[in-house]
């Protein structure tokens, strides 16, 4: 994770190395599961996440179903039909590459640690899209299909997008 500030330079967090040493100790026999062993983050860490948690508003860039949206709280995101999901679903965003605001960033990579964040999305509408009119034709034939085609939609509504406090 890059954390980019006001003076645009970037300081490492230390939760990148002792993750990828907790990876490596995860393969070794008899290790314990990864989810089970905390982060432990740095001074420095700590006082950068607590200087984005002082600001108002936040963004994100999320990705759902393979494809980044870059989000607020009450946005509206419009994208393909997810089957699984009803009207008034409540939906927690777990796969963020960048989370910031306006005078600081961070940046995942890939992607950010979910420890530091809380994204929920609540499903609002299932729309169908414009209706698309397919014309097929054989050459010097009289013969000419049409068929017609609509996308199927589903809608979410940005519902929370806060930064959590961490402990150093």
């Known amino acids: 994770m890059v954390f980019v500030g006001a003076s645009r330079s970037a300081l490492r967090f230390g939760a990148a190395g002792i993750r990828a040493r907790a990876l490596h100790a995860a393969a070794a026999p008899g290790a ?6 905390p982060v432990k983050w740095s001074a420095q860490s700590a006082d950068l996440v607590a200087r984005l948690r002082d600001q108002k508003k936040y963004y994100a860039t999320v ?3 393979g494809r ?9 995101v419009v994208m393909d039909r997810i089957r699984d999901l009803e009207l008034g679903d409540s939906l927690q965003l777990n796969q963020v590459t960048e989370l910031g605001s306006r005078d600081y960033t961070i ?25 698309f009119t397919v014309t097929k034709k054989k050459q010097r034939t009289a013969h000419q299909k049409v068929t017609y085609h609509r996308n199927r939609h589903t809608m979410f509504r940005i519902s929370l997008i806060d930064v959590n406090k961490i402990g150093a």
């Open 32 to 37: 314990q599961p990864l989810a089970s062993a």
């Open 63 to 65: 990705v759902i179903k």
């Open 68 to 76: 980044p949206f870059t989000v607020t709280q009450n946005d509206i």
């Open 107 to 131: 940046k995942g990579q890939p992607l950010v640690d979910p420890s530091l964040y809380r994204i929920e999305a609540t499903v609002i509408e299932h729309p169908d899209g414009k209706l």
